[in-house]
């Protein structure tokens, strides 16, 4: 993941402008002439990058598999035993890592696992298309999600200066998203963390920058230590009461039992004032509510899906099961 040296020149080295007129793919794209402006990007370097993807085949799309591996509440119960399992060995490997990225950021460890098993198996499966191709080819394409790949692939190559990276190297979704973290080059650039302190954010090989990232993520968009991330409720909501369409505004919880909302038997209550959401999922071939909180909000940040965040507390209740405090 290292950039070479020896016969490569600093400007193709690092991506530097230097005075040298554009030509080819950059003369071509004025978003690409603005990289070089802003950025100082050398014009040269990114046609030499670039410039064999601008006529070749776009990258393969992936075909949809009929259930995402990201939603691990719909997976198969042996998928889901096999998550499990290696998420209980991995509490335990990396237990005291794990205590310290806990300590730092405020997230329990199970939610970290979790995430990291959702989004890449534990770093077993983090995507095999050229996050360079991927990117760029997007970008040049004509669908309504042209300027967001744009930014995305300036984003990837910043971070490749920034990480030292050959941006030829790097493999990923189809998307772009990166490592065992999979997150995008943007995210990953204002979120990822060096917790292992060797001066990279080695998100494909540091279980500590791993962890330690997905830690960070959280922290930084308003996880909050110590509270509920949702609780299940008793049957249907009583009538009139409606599910949340949003969790940007969520009234306090004693608002809900006001309303008639019970939680399931057994169930402790959350803090009256707490800001609360009402959701509905399809589970086990039918609808069932939960109500949920700031913590799964955040989550959601990560990935909108809801059944998505709800997975992540699933798994993060499993692998806290056995093995996780040993």
Partial sequence: MRWGGGLVGLSLLFGLAVPVQAAGVVARHAWLAQLVKQDRFDPVWLDDLLGEFEAGARPRVPPKPAVPRTCFTTQPPVVKAQVEK?????????????????KHYGV???????????????????????????????????????????????EFLLLSREEGWDPRVPKGSYDGAIGQVQMLPGTLR?????????????????????????????????????????????????PGVAVSRTLSKMPPWKWWRKKGLRLAPGVAEP????????????ERGRDRYHVVFNNFRVVTLWNRYRPFAMGVGELAARVARKGSRE
Avoid: C
């Fill in 86 to 102: 290696e998420g209980r060995r991995l509490m335990s490997t990396h237990k005291d890592l794990l205590k310290r990225v806990e």
């Fill in 108 to 154: 329990p460890a199970p939610f970290v696992v979790a995430l990291w098993g959702i989004e890449s198996r534990y770093g077993t499966d983090m995507g095999n298309f050229p996050i360079l191709k991927s990117l760029f080819t997007q970008a040049v394409g004509r669908s309504s999600r042209v300027p967001f790949f744009r930014e995305q692939l300036r």
């Fill in 190 to 238: 204002r979120h990822a963390v060096d917790f292992d302190g060797d001066g990279r954010r080695a998100v494909y090989s540091s279980p500590a920058d791993v962890l330690g990232s997905i830690a960070a993520y959280l922290a930084d968009n308003g996880w909050r230590r110590g509270q509920p991330y949702s609780l299940p409720v008793a049957g249907k909501p009583p």
């Fill in 271 to 282: 803090p009256a004032d707490l800001p609360t959401a009402l959701i509905k999922l399809e």
